[in-house]
C-alpha cells in the first residue's frame, strides 16, 4: 500500500504544536510527498487546547481534516483525553510524560511512546524547545520521514527573528529521536 | 483601618469574567457606562445597541435590553429604536473601526439629525478583534497587519479626530474625549459618559463620548507599556476635553 | 521542476492574483480571510502594486469598480458579511460589464454568524447575489493548488467575458496550508484597449454604465448579458470526477466538502460499496451535462453541502428527467470530518 500517516497535534495554545505541525508538514512536502496542514481555532483556543491535523501521503489528499487519526502528539492532559479515544488500534501515540501520566496511554491497543519533553528540552536549556523533542520522537516512531528532512526544514518554518536558534531545535529533534529509540514503547 | 472600596461593581455589570485580554480597558468602559447607568436611574429604560468587534459580546456583562446591530450600523439602529420608543434611553457602545470606518456615515448623520441617543466610542487606535489592522485612528507611523511599514501621511491619512468633528456638528449636545489610564482620568470620564446621558435624559440632543483605551495585545506590549502609551503617545494627538456641551450650566 | 511553496489558501489566492498580474487589491478586515489583505499590504507595494485598505466592504468593491474599468487587473476580498455589502457594486460591475474578481472565504451565517467554515453563501454566489438580472461565473477550489490556479483563471475569465468573476472558498480552505506549485502564465489583454477608459486620446470618448433608458435598450442589454451566460455554460464548466463510472451512487460535492467527501468514499470503496463523486468546480456555469448524463446512466444522487440545502436544487433541476437527489447538510459550527459522511452515504446507497 501506498505511504499515507495522518496526525493530529494537540497541547495548550504556547505549547508550539502549530510549529511543528507546520515543520512536518514542510519536510514531507520537501521529500516530493503530498500533504495537508489544518490548524484549528475557535473557541478551544481561549481555555484548552490548541491543535493541527497534517496528513501524508504518497496519493492525493482528500480530506485535511481526520476524525480517527492513525497518530496523535498530545502534549498536555486535555489534549490526550479529547484525542486519544479517537486514534485507530495500532495507531501511533507520543505522549508528554512530563504532564501526562503514562499509565493514561491505552498501551494495549496503541503503540504509545512515553516521552518526558519538558524535561529533556530543559536539559537543553530551553523548555521551549519541548516541541521539537516530541516531533523528533514521533519521527522516530513512525518514519514518515528522514530525521533529516525535519531539520533541513527548520529553516523554512522558524521565523528569521529566531534564525539562531535553529541548531538548539535540531539538537531538540534529535534528542527525541533518540529518546523514542532507546526507549521503546511503553 | 477600614478598607474602603472606592470603585464598586455595579449591579447591572454580570458577575461574569470578561473574555477581554488582560489590560484590555474595554471592561472599565463597561464599568462606566454601568456606574453612570445605575447612578442616573436608567438601567430599566435603557436599550444597548452593541457593535461589531471586541465589545460584541457586551450583553453578556451589561444587564440591559440589548440589540446587536451590523458593523458600523448601530447609530441607525440607535435611531430606529429611540424613534421608536422615544421614552426610552438609548446607546451604542462601538470601537474605532466600526465607528470611525466602516460606520461613519452612520454617526456623522446620526450625530447632524442631533437624535437623543448616546455613543459610548472605544479609541483603540486598531481593530482588535480581527487582529489588529489598521483603523481610521491608527496613529501615524504605528505598525499594524495591514500597514507593516508605519501608517504612512501621505498613503492612509492622519488618525481621524472623531470627538472633534462630532463637536463640530449642529445636532450634537455633548461632545469630549476621555481616557482611563490613571484615577484622575477615569473620574473625569465618569462625569463625561454622565453628561452624555444627560443631554439624552433633558432632550438636548445627541451625546458622544470618544475614550481612549489600550490594546496591548495588539500593540504587542505589556498592559502597562500598553497604558503608558496612552499617556505619551495617544494624549499628545488625541487631546483630553469637552468639545461641546450644551447641558445648563453651560449653555 | 518548479519549487513547490507551502502555503495556505488565503495566500494561495494572493500568489495567484500577483502571478496574474493583479495591479490593485481592496479590502476590509474580516475573519477569516484577513491573510489576504495582510499579504497584499506586505507584497504588492514591493511590486508597483497598490493596496488600499478600504473604509468599508462598499468602498473596497467600489474601488474595485473604478480600478478595473480602467483596464486594471483588481481585486477585492471578503468574507460573508462583507460580501453581502460589495453586492452593490458587484451589481453595477455586472451591468456595467466590468472584469472585477471577488473572493469570498465563506463562514457561517446568517448576520454574524461565525468565523468557521460554511457554504451557505450558495445562492448568493450563483443567482446573482445583488440586485437585477444577472450572473457571476463562480470558481470553487477544493485544494490549495487549485485556489491559486482558479484564482490565475479567474482574472483571465473576467476578462474574456468583461464579467465580475467569484472565487467562493471557505474557513478551511483559507486556512488550510499545502503545497503548490507555482506558475507563470501568459496574460494577454489586447483587448482591454477596446473598451477601458485612460483618457479620449486620438479615440471619441467612452462610457461605462449600468443605465440603459431609451426603448428596447436594457431589453437589448440584458440579452447581451444573457448571450454571455450561455457561452460561460459552453465553454466554461469545471468539475472533477471521482470513481463515477461503476458507481451506483454519485455523491455532489462541491469545494471542501468536496474534498472531505472524498475520502469519505475511498473508505466506502474499500469496504466494497460502489460510490463516486462529482466536485462541481464552477458552481456557474454549473455542470448539468455531466449530472444529466449520469442520471441517465441510471445512478441515484446524494447531494453534501455544508449548509441546509442550496446546490441541491441545481443538481435536482439538472437531473429531474431521470432522478431525484437525496441531500445531507452539515450545519455550521463544528468542522466535518470524513466520518460525518458515513452514514448518509450508505443511507442512500442503501435506498
Ligand atoms: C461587514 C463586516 N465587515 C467586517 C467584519 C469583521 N469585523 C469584525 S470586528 C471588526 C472591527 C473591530 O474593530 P473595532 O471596531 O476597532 O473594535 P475593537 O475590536 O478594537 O474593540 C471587523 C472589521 C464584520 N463583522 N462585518
Ligand atoms: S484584542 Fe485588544 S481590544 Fe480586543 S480584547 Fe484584546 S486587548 Fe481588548
Given at each position: 500500500m501506498s505511504k499515507y500517516v495522518d496526525v493530529i497535534i494537540a497541547g495548550?495554545?504556547?505549547?508550539?504544536v502549530m510549529l511543528i505541525g507546520n515543520l512536518l508538514a514542510y519536510a514531507a512536502m520537501e521529500q516530493g510527498l503530498n500533504v495537508t496542514y489544518i490548524p484549528v481555532y475557535g473557541p478551544?483556543?481561549?481555555?484548552g487546547t490548541a491543535n493541527c491535523t497534517v496528513v501524508i501521503g504518497e496519493e492525493e489528499i482528500g480530506?485535511?481534516?481526520?476524525?480517527?487519526?492513525?497518530s496523535l502528539i498530545a502534549m498536555n492532559r486535555p489534549s490526550l483525553d479529547k484525542f486519544q479515544p479517537r486514534v485507530q488500534d495500532n495507531g501511533v501515540l507520543i505522549l508528554n510524560s512530563s504532564l501526562v501520566e503514562?499509565?493514561?496511554?491505552e498501551k494495549n491497543r496503541l503503540k504509545a511512546y512515553a516521552i518526558p519533553v519538558n524535561e529533556l528540552a530543559d536539559k537543553l536549556g530551553?523548555?521551549?524547545l519541548a516541541n521539537m523533542v516530541a516531533l523528533g520522537a514521533y519521527v522516530q516512531a513512525?518514519?514518515?520521514?528522514?530525521l533529516q528532512a525535519v531539520k533541513n526544514a527548520l529553516p523554512n518554518v522558524i521565523s528569521s527573528h529566531y534564525a539562531h536558534l535553529i541548531p538548539d531545535n535540531a539538537k531538540a529533534l534529535q534528542t527525541g529521536y533518540d529518546y523514542a529509540q532507546n526507549q521503546g514503547t511503553v | 483601618m477600614k478598607e474602603k472600596i472606592v470603585f464598586p461593581k455595579p449591579?447591572?455589570?454580570?458577575d461574569s469574567p470578561m473574555?477581554?485580554?488582560?489590560?484590555?480597558?474595554h471592561g472599565t468602559a463597561h464599568k462606566l457606562v454601568a456606574q453612570t447607568l445605575e447612578e442616573l436611574n436608567l438601567v430599566e429604560k435603557s436599550i444597548c445597541i452593541g457593535s461589531i468587534?471586541?465589545?460584541?459580546?457586551i450583553y453578556n456583562y451589561l444587564l440591559v435590553d440589548t440589540v446587536e446591530a451590523p458593523h458600523g450600523r448601530a447609530p441607525a439602529v440607535a435611531t430606529g429604536v429611540k424613534r421608536a420608543k422615544p421614552d426610552k434611553i438609548v446607546f451604542t457602545y462601538q470601537g474605532d473601526g466600526d465607528?470611525?470606518?466602516?460606520g461613519l456615515a452612520e454617526i456623522v448623520h446620526c450625530a447632524n439629525r442631533g437624535e437623543l441617543v448616546t455613543v459610548i466610542f472605544v479609541n483603540?487606535?486598531?481593530?482588535?478583534?480581527?487582529?489588529?489592522q489598521m483603523a481610521?485612528?491608527?496613529?501615524?507611523?504605528q505598525k499594524t497587519t495591514t500597514c507593516p511599514g508605519g501608517r504612512c501621511r501621505e498613503r492612509e491619512g492622519e488618525p481621524l479626530k472623531m470627538a472633534e468633528m462630532i463637536a463640530s456638528?449642529?445636532?450634537?449636545a455633548y461632545a469630549a474625549r476621555v481616557a482611563v489610564n490613571n484615577i484622575k482620568n477615569l473620574k473625569k470620564a465618569q462625569k463625561a459618559i454622565a453628561n452624555a446621558f444627560k443631554v439624552q435624559v433633558d432632550k438636548l440632543g445627541f451625546g458622544f463620548v470618544e475614550i481612549l483605551a489600550t490594546c496591548p495585545t495588539n500593540w504587542k506590549m505589556t498592559p502597562l507599556q500598553a497604558n503608558k502609551r496612552i499617556e505619551q503617545e495617544m494624549i499628545p494627538y488625541f487631546p483630553l476635553g469637552e468639545f461641546k456641551n450644551c447641558l445648563g450650566e453651560n449653555q | 521542476m518548479t519549487k513547490r511553496m507551502f502555503v495556505k489558501g488565503n495566500e494561495a489566492v494572493c500568489w495567484g492574483a500577483l502571478a496574474a498580474q493583479c495591479k490593485c487589491y481592496f479590502g476590509y478586515p474580516i475573519t477569516p480571510q484577513n491573510d489576504i489583505p495582510e499579504f497584499m499590504s506586505k507584497e504588492l507595494p514591493k511590486r508597483g502594486g497598490v493596496f488600499v485598505q478600504a473604509e468599508s466592504e462598499i468602498a473596497a468593491a467600489n474601488m474595485l469598480l473604478g480600478a478595473v474599468a480602467s483596464g486594471v487587473r483588481a481585486m477585492t476580498s471578503s468574507s460573508s458579511p462583507g460580501i453581502s455589502l460589495k453586492q452593490e457594486a458587484i451589481s453595477y460591475m455586472a451591468g456595467s460589464e466590468l472584469p472585477g474578481v471577488i473572493v469570498n472565504m465563506n463562514r457561517g451565517?446568517?448576520?454574524?454568524?461565525?468565523i468557521g467554515p460554511s457554504q451557505g453563501d450558495y445562492f448568493q454566489a450563483t443567482k446573482?447575489?445583488?440586485?437585477?438580472?444577472y450572473r457571476l461565473l463562480v470558481l470553487a477550489p477544493g485544494t490549495v493548488q487549485e485556489a491559486y490556479d482558479l484564482t490565475i483563471e479567474a482574472f483571465n475569465l473576467a476578462f474574456k467575458y468583461r464579467n465580475p468573476v467569484m472565487i467562493l472558498g471557505d474557513a478551511i480552505l483559507g486556512q488550510m496550508k499545502e503545497p503548490i506549485t507555482p506558475k507563470d502564465p501568459v496574460i494577454d489583454d489586447s483587448e482591454v484597449h477596446n473598451w477601458?477608459?485612460?483618457?479620449a486620446q486620438n479615440r471619441p470618448s467612452r462610457i461605462i454604465k449600468s443605465l440603459y433608458l431609451e426603448d428596447g435598450a436594457l431589453a437589448a442589454h440584458n440579452l447581451k448579458l444573457a448571450k454571455k451566460y450561455e457561452q460561460m455554460a459552453q465553454e466554461e464548466v469545471r468539475f472533477e470526477e471521482f470513481l463515477?463510472?461503476?458507481?451506483?451512487l454519485i455523491v455532489v460535492a462541491y469545494g471542501s466538502i468536496g474534498r472531505i467527501v472524498k475520502t469519505t468514499i475511498r473508505k466506502l470503496r474499500q469496504a466494497g460499496h460502489k460510490v463516486g463523486l462529482l466536485r462541481p468546480i464552477s458552481l456557474f456555469p454549473f455542470p448539468k451535462e455531466i449530472l444529466l448524463s449520469l442520471a441517465k446512466a441510471g445512478k441515484k444522487f446524494l447531494t453534501i453541502e455544508h449548509?441546509?440545502?442550496?446546490m441541491v436544487e441545481d443538481v435536482q433541476l439538472a437531473i429531474c428527467k431521470f432522478a431525484t437527489t437525496d441531500f445531507y447538510g452539515h450545519l455550521p459550527g463544528n468542522l466535518p470530518t470524513p466520518n460525518d459522511f458515513e452514514q448518509p452515504i450508505l443511507n442512500s446507497l442503501e435506498k
Open positions: 495548550f495554545g504556547g505549547q508550539g478551544e483556543m481561549r481555555g480530506s485535511p481534516i481526520i476524525f480517527n487519526p492513525l503514562p499509565s493514561l496511554a530551553n523548555l521551549r513512525t518514519g514518515i520521514v528522514p | 449591579k447591572v455589570l454580570a473574555h477581554y485580554c488582560p489590560g484590555c480597558q468587534g471586541c465589545s460584541v459580546f465607528l470611525a470606518s466602516i483603540n487606535t486598531v481593530y482588535g478583534m480581527t487582529g489588529g481610521p485612528t491608527t496613529m501615524v507611523g456638528l449642529g445636532g450634537t | 451565517g446568517p448576520g454574524l454568524g461565525d446573482g447575489g445583488g440586485h437585477g438580472d477601458c477608459l485612460d483618457g463515477t463510472n461503476d458507481a451506483e449548509n441546509l440545502g442550496q
